[in-house]
């Protein structure tokens, strides 16, 4: 079992940075690609981009391409959404989850966080 666990939302103002962390325990995260997620309310999940185990591939969703980086440091079980440019619109609860061996195009993952708030004011 891996539990995973989100930190770094808040409230921001439009055109600022926030940078989300993601910290799991009960496994090692050295040979699992990791995602992450936004919903917002009444819409439904997201895509925003996902990493391989060795942090050699990444993918990102349309809206946040060239404004949100995803990186990890397995050393310490950790990735990271690295958010800029932030506009109302990315207003979400954003979620990380974990997947063993899967490429980053998947977005079907087996362990998943439970959400930190962005808000993004305008």
């Known amino acids: 079992q891996v539990q995973l666990v989100e930190s770094g939302g808040g409230l921001v103002q439009a055109g600022g940075s926030l940078r989300l962390s993601c910290v799991a325990s009960?496994?090692?995260?050295?040979?699992?690609?990791m995602g992450w997620f936004r919903q917002a309310p009444g819409k439904e999940r997201e895509f925003v981009g996902a990493i391989s185990w060795n942090g050699g591939s990444t993918l990102y969703g349309d809206s946040v391409k060239g404004r949100f980086t995803i990186s990890r440091v397995n050393a310490e079980n950790t990735v990271f959404l690295q958010m800029n440019s932030l506009k109302p619109g990315d207003t979400a609860v954003y979620y990380c989850a974990a997947r063993q061996y899967a490429s980053p195009r998947t977005r079907d993952y087996d362990y998943w966080g439970q959400g930190t708030q962005v808000t993004v004011s305008s």
């Open positions: 009960g496994r090692t995260l050295s040979s699992y690609t």
